[in-house]
Antibody, heavy 118, light 112 residues
């Protein structure tokens, strides 16, 4: 059974970068397609990007292209999401989630709160 | 801005039946892509509730059911219980967008 454990909350200043980690257990990262979804306070779910098994590459939502980088360390089975040029609107809970072959997300990490404030 | 539209809120008394709609278009639900549903209890991560339009993962009560028709999908909760009070999101794939994570706008279910 796949389990995802994310890194702790972060507080960043506008213009800075943040890197959130997602540790996989129960499977190896190479067996999974890891994706990232965020949720601003009181708002809905917003897909950011992830590994597309059909293309064999990482794809990003257009909104975040140029500002987000998703990487994986297969030696530690840890996925990372780095978001740069942070602004207050990036304050949100960031989730990692495994994309299943038929395109649903399960399971999800517990979430990481990123607060952007001066 | 999401391409899948849900009602902001629905409510019902304990034991009643409520339904949540998820309206898409010809580039997502109407194109034949499956719809999945998630339940998000307050302060927690989303949890898969229904996959492949109408299938329940192990452990999900049969009070929850899903269906799809045309460019829309629905989630029904029968025998509403207090612990069902949560936010619910639909999700599908959209061929006009790059990516797999198209989520609905979300619906808050309140148990009266």
């Amino acid at each position: 059974q796949v389990q995802l454990v994310q890194s702790g909350a972060e507080v960043k200043k506008p213009g800075a970068s943040v890197k959130v980690s997602c540790k996989v257990s129960g499977y190896t990262l190479t067996e999974l397609s890891m994706h990232w979804v965020r949720q601003a306070p009181g708002k809905g779910l917003e897909w950011m990007g992830g590994f597309d098994p059909e293309d064999g590459e990482t794809i990003y939502a257009q909104k975040f292209q140029g500002r987000v980088t998703m990487t994986e360390d297969t030696s530690t089975d840890t996925a990372y999401m780095e978001l740069s040029s942070l602004r207050s609107e990036d304050t949100a809970v960031y989730y990692c989630a495994t994309l299943r072959p038929a395109n649903w997300f399960d399971p999800w990490g517990q979430g990481t709160l990123v607060t952007v404030s001066s | 801005q999401s391409v899948l539209t849900q009602p902001p809120s629905v409510s019902g008394a304990p034991g009643q039946r409520v339904t949540i709609s998820c309206t898409g278009s010809s580039s997502n639900i109407g194109a034949g892509y499956d719809v999945h549903w998630y339940q998000q209890l307050p302060g927690t991560a989303p949890k898969l509730l229904i996959y492949g339009n109408s299938n329940r993962p192990s452990g999900v009560p049969d009070r929850f059911s899903g269906s799809k028709s045309g460019t829309s999908a629905s989630l029904a909760i029968t025998g509403l219980q207090a612990e069902d009070e949560a936010d619910y999101y639909c999700q599908s794939y959209d061929s006009s967008l790059s990516g797999r994570g198209v989520f609905g706008t979300g619906t808050k279910v309140t148990v009266l």
